[in-house]
């Protein structure tokens, strides 16, 4: 399953970068970081979550959800923004 | 009509597909397929993968300070096995009197409703402990030192006895133990320094020599084992993991129970192998030859804690149960004791004394020499020559709590488990932080009344994460 998981996370972020290629949205240097900052975080708190409800412990699940899912977001959308932003001016 | 637009051409996407199946045939064609036992011993499984963040020391210095002038054997005869159950100490007195009162008081902190094991959870743990301990050597008039003697020797058969080098014996003894339920093995040679663990005078009132014989014997008053018969097989068990989660309830300690149900078959299966293979394999009992404790450290299965009685492993946390010696004249490669962050751990950690037992028998303090418990709960035994934590064996009602609360025990599932024990075993910076993050995330003991809503029951009750290496 978790390999599954990480064949489709992984095609999904190809095409995403593909049809960023494509569209010639190009990220500044810091927006890359953030960016997979972002995508690492998230892939953290989603995992952190279903392996807590494996595991049995439903409240550290929904805690590493928040505390990791949160910053990911933020990161993420921050990212897309600011992307958006110098995209629309240029 | 709809036109569909793809990104990938056809010539891309039959590219791929091609590639993908030439990947899969690849790994097909070196899958292993194995044709006999020198096969199976020699294959990657059948060796023992530490996680990388496990590192080794040297034989005989583990990660406590070991005085080997100091280690005498130990006279057992005059120590209790439990001590606590006889003991006239008030603080025994008083922890036998409230048992009850203190196991509900700590099972209400996960489960304020918690009232006390029902009808089902007593029938659980009764049926788990009906065969524990099972002595199959009785009915057989043998003995658990001697064996079963059951199986053919080689010689029996017409065949020559097994010949191998030590580090491949070790690995197909471990695949062997596996089979027959054990979690892993490793090894010690008997040197001076080893001999000093052993019993001087067992709980039966026999002594343990060391003699120049071919084969191992017994009489009225001695156990005897050849000096040729230079190596300490150790191996353990591990305990079902969501039960283990849940002591010090009854149900809980079903999960002690069904360990030691298997424990003296594991034991049994283990000797007659080492029969049929042509080389003795002597104890079959779980207080056979030496404390279990230093073995299991000095072979490099786990660490000494604050916990005392129960190893703590990298792998399984506190969750194992039994450390397991079998002397034998197989000859095997040696195991070392490992550094794995655990014992210092232990040192900011404390939440199993502090939090985990509910009879205050565990020490707060730091590792020492000595006991450091006042006179009035003074322990019956201090064995000299080690600096670690000494239980207080009076106090402790071997209710299992302990190993319920440690942090070590997660399954896996989450990364971040992986991330926490890396870093941990790497620096000690953030052992404060990890250790209050235990309770932050309500990791530890878990309701007992919620192990019968389990949708999937592992096998053997053991999380399949632990099952694998």
Same mark, same amino acid.
């Given at each position: ?50 392996? @807590? ?36 001016? @240029? | ?68 002038? /100091?280690?005498?054997? !130990? ?23 409230? *048992? ?15 009232? +006390? ?16 301990? *099972? ?45 027959? +339920? ?6 010690? /040679? ?46 353990? /068990? ?11 309830? &009854? ?51 786990? &660490? ?70 006042? /006179?009035?709960?003074?322990?019956? *035994?201090? !064995? ?29 599932? !989450? ?55």
């Amino acid at each position: 399953m978790g390999l599954f998981m990480s064949f489709v996370l992984g095609i999904a972020v190809g095409a995403l970068i593909l049809w960023m290629f494509k569209g010639k949205i190009m990220l500044k240097w810091y927006e890359w970081l953030m960016g997979i900052v972002g995508f690492v975080l998230m892939v953290i708190a989603v995992q952190h979550f279903f392996g @807590s409800m494996d595991e049995l412990y439903p409240t550290a699940g929904w805690l590493g959800l928040a505390i990791f899912g949160i910053p990911a977001l933020v990161l993420l959308v921050l990212t897309w923004q600011m992307a958006a932003r110098h995209q629309s001016a @240029s | 009509m709809s036109k569909f637009h793809s990104t990938v051409s056809r010539r891309d996407f039959m590219k791929g597909i091609g590639l993908m199946g030439a990947g899969v045939g690849a790994a097909a064609a070196t899958t292993p397929v194995f044709h006999d036992l020198d096969e199976v011993a020699s294959a990657t499984g059948a060796t023992w993968d530490r996680p990388w963040w496990v590192s080794e020391k040297d034989h005989g210095d583990p990660t406590i300070e070991i005085d080997w002038t /100091e280690v005498v054997r !130990a006279d057992w005869t005059p120590l209790h096995r439990f001590p606590y159950r006889s003991s006239q100490k008030p603080t025994a007195i008083y922890n036998r009197e409230h *048992y009850d009162e203190f196991v509900k008081d700590r099972i209400n902190e996960v489960n304020p409703d918690w009232t +006390g094991d029902d009808v089902r959870d007593i029938a659980l743990n009764s049926a788990c402990g009906a065969i524990r301990f *099972y002595n199959y050597y009785g009915p057989a008039n043998k003995t658990s030192f001697l064996g079963l003697q059951k199986v053919d020797t080689p010689e029996d058969n017409g065949l020559t006895k097994w010949t191998g080098e030590p580090e491949e014996n070790l690995r197909m003894v471990r695949s062997a133990a596996r089979l027959f +339920g054990a979690m892993d093995v490793a090894a010690l /040679e008997i040197d001076a320094n080893i001999k000093k663990l052993f019993f001087s005078i067992q709980t039966n009132g026999k002594t343990i020599e060391f003699e120049e014989v071919d084969q191992a014997y017994e009489t009225d008053t001695k156990t005897v084992i050849p000096n040729k018969c230079k190596w300490l097989l150790v191996w353990t /068990e591990v305990q079902p993991t969501e039960l283990t989660m849940r002591e010090p309830s &009854e149900i809980g300690r079903s999960a002690t129970s069904m360990s030691y149900t298997r424990i003296p078959q594991i034991f049994v299966q283990l000797q007659e192998f080492g029969r049929g293979l042509g080389y003795q394999m002597l104890g079959g009992g779980t207080g056979d030859f030496a404390p279990a404790n230093p073995c299991g450290n000095l072979s490099g299965m786990g &660490e000494h804690g604050r916990m005392c009685f129960p190893l703590i492993s990298p792998e399984f946390g506190s969750m194992i149960r039994g450390m397991n010696r079998m002397v034998t004249d197989l000859p095997l490669s040696p195991t070392k004791p490992i550094n794995a962050g655990i014992n210092r751990f232990c040192k900011t950690c404390g939440i199993c004394a502090e939090e985990g037992c509910p009879f205050d028998a565990l020490p707060l303090g730091d590792q020492d020499w000595v006991s450091q418990w006042p /006179e009035e709960d003074q322990i019956e *035994y201090d !064995a000299p020559g080690w600096k670690g934590w000494r239980l207080n064996t009076h106090k402790c009602t071997n209710c299992a709590a302990c190993q319920a609360a440690c942090p070590f025990n997660a399954t896996k599932h !989450a990364w971040l488990h992986d991330i926490v024990l890396a870093t941990q075993s790497t620096t000690s910076l953030f052992n404060g932080f990890f250790a209050s993050m235990e309770g932050a995330f309500s990791y530890g003991l878990k309701d007992p009344k919620t192990w019968w809503d389990i949708k999937n029951p592992p096998l053997y009750g053991i999380d399949p994460n632990f099952q694998q290496r």
